[in-house]
């Protein structure tokens, strides 16, 4: 079909990996595209396929490109799409379409990125598709890589299209698993972490999306059946006035909703005095990127905190009643063995054990487009040729490489087996791969000890 000639399009909005979680990039483009007066299709491939749709009915594809993982998957997806229907118009919008823009030189069956801050030039792309303008939309203020933080308004998102909130994940609570709702109360970040992707895009820049949003959003998830809700905010103690007052107007609205959100450890210690608030106003648990026990790692990504600070918010989690739940980053370029080893006796020591998801001890460096980091390792001569299968510049670390492939294995046949393998199980063998016979397994801690609160998804990016 020409769009030129068509005062409306048919719009496939995809997603193909969100943390398992109901894509709100999806909805939010939807909404968008609706206001326009065109047919939206949304579709989140982690939990349906192209079955119902007939691609050759479809005009533009759009694929959220919120994540790295999503966005791999979801340009594999382009591809496989575009080979079936050439005349397809595809836009990569989001976070990563920000530094997947500057690969120009790439063959990727995209034919325009709108990063970052993407609901205005989105709208601009959609309006000028019902004036039946077609490709040429690439002059658009706010393509590409940088956005434009004053001229973007962030709009309710349309998650009509989507499953329910019961056919994903959900989180774990004393009282069984409960449907989750995902929602943002800020985007960006005020920090530049080095190996963050966010920075890359918002420059340490902070963008609040409005109260009165933020709480439609989650008055609709609730409508659908959710009953806690995550945010999704890099650090949700960026703005910790705004944030609370979203809290405390959700537990006015609603007080059996339990909702969870992630805070910079640094953040955790500053602001220790409010987590009893958090608590109070149903906060379940709290995810914070430690990312390594290694000052010189930490000082190298810039993290803001050292290992003696991951001591210190554990404790005051614990006597406030809120886990903390660690993320890790634990192969790096500077990495060796021996941090291996401190990572998995602090797991151990600290009762965390059933508090992480395996996938966390065998993450590897991403290092995408526009990383902050890639001058640094450019610098030092460890940086290799990008790999536009995994969109990651290659790296090598000689003393660990073999051994975080070992982990991946014994995390993924855990994962593809049809026997049920315990947290606690895996836990010893890696154990086992990180330690060989230098030091024996530790015994394994209490069954009771090992009910932690949590979403049902493993973290991953």
């Not at 530094?99 to 989105?122: H, I, N, T």
């Not at 299968?389 to 073999?402: A, Q």
Request: aromatic share 8%; net charge negative.
């Amino acid at each position: 079909m020409n769009l030129e000639t068509k005062k409306s399009a048919t719009i496939l909005v995809v997603s193909a990996y969100e943390q398992g979680q109901q894509p709100g990039t999806v909805a939010t483009a939807a909404a968008i595209f609706e206001g326009n007066g065109h047919h939206v299709i949304s579709l989140d491939l982690s939990h349906e396929g192209l079955s119902d749709v007939d691609l050759s009915d479809v005009d533009v594809l759009a694929i959220s490109c919120a994540m790295h993982t999503g966005t791999r998957l979801g340009l594999e997806f382009a591809a496989k799409s575009k080979a079936r229907n050439p005349n397809l118009l595809v836009i990569g919008y989001g976070l990563y379409a920000s530094l997947m823009a500057d690969r120009k030189g790439s063959e990727y069956a995209v034919d325009l990125w709108v990063g970052g801050e993407f609901e205005a030039a989105l709208g601009e792309v959609s309006s000028n598709l019902a004036d039946g303008i077609s490709r040429d939309i690439s002059r658009i203020d706010g393509m590409g890589t940088t956005p434009k933080f004053d001229r973007a308004g962030h709009i309710v998102p349309n998650r009509i299209g989507l499953k329910p909130p019961a056919y994903y994940g959900g989180v774990r609570r004393l009282d069984g698993n409960v449907p989750v709702g995902a929602v943002e109360a800020t985007r960006g970040c005020a920090h530049t972490c080095l190996h963050c992707p966010i920075p890359s895009v918002y420059e340490g820049k902070l963008r609040l999306v409005s109260p009165e949003i933020v709480l439609e959003d989650i008055e609709n998830h609730i409508g659908h059946g959710a009953r806690h809700i995550t945010f999704t905010d890099p650090d949700f103690f960026n703005a910790v006035p705004h944030s609370f007052e979203i809290l405390h107007e959700m537990r006015r609205r609603h007080p059996e909703i339990t909702f969870n959100a992630t805070i910079k450890v640094e953040h955790l210690i500053e602001y220790e005095h409010r987590l009893p608030e958090m608590r109070d106003l149903g906060c379940l648990f709290i995810t914070s990127a430690f990312e390594s026990l290694n000052d010189d790692i930490l000082d190298r990504l810039q993290k803001g905190h050292t290992s003696q600070d991951l001591e210190l918010a554990l404790r005051i989690g614990n006597e406030i009643d809120i886990p903390i739940i660690p993320t890790w980053l634990p192969f790096t370029p500077w990495t060796s063995l021996e941090d291996m080893q401190t990572l998995l006796r602090f797991v151990y020591e600290h009762d965390l054990v059933s508090r992480t998801p395996p996938i966390q001890y065998a993450i590897r460096l991403l290092v995408p487009p526009r990383s902050l980091l890639e001058d640094v390792l450019r610098d030092e001569n460890r940086l290799l040729e990008f790999d536009d299968s995994k969109l990651s510049f290659k790296w090598e670390n000689p003393e660990v490489d073999d051994l975080q492939e070992d982990i991946m294995k014994i995390v993924v046949d855990s994962h593809d087996s049809h026997l049920e393998t315990s947290i606690a199980d895996i836990f010893e063998q890696i154990w086992i791969s990180v330690f060989k016979d230098t030091e024996p397994v530790p015994k394994r801690q209490a069954e009771t000890d090992d009910f932690v609160p949590g979403l049902i998804e493993a973290w991953f990016c």
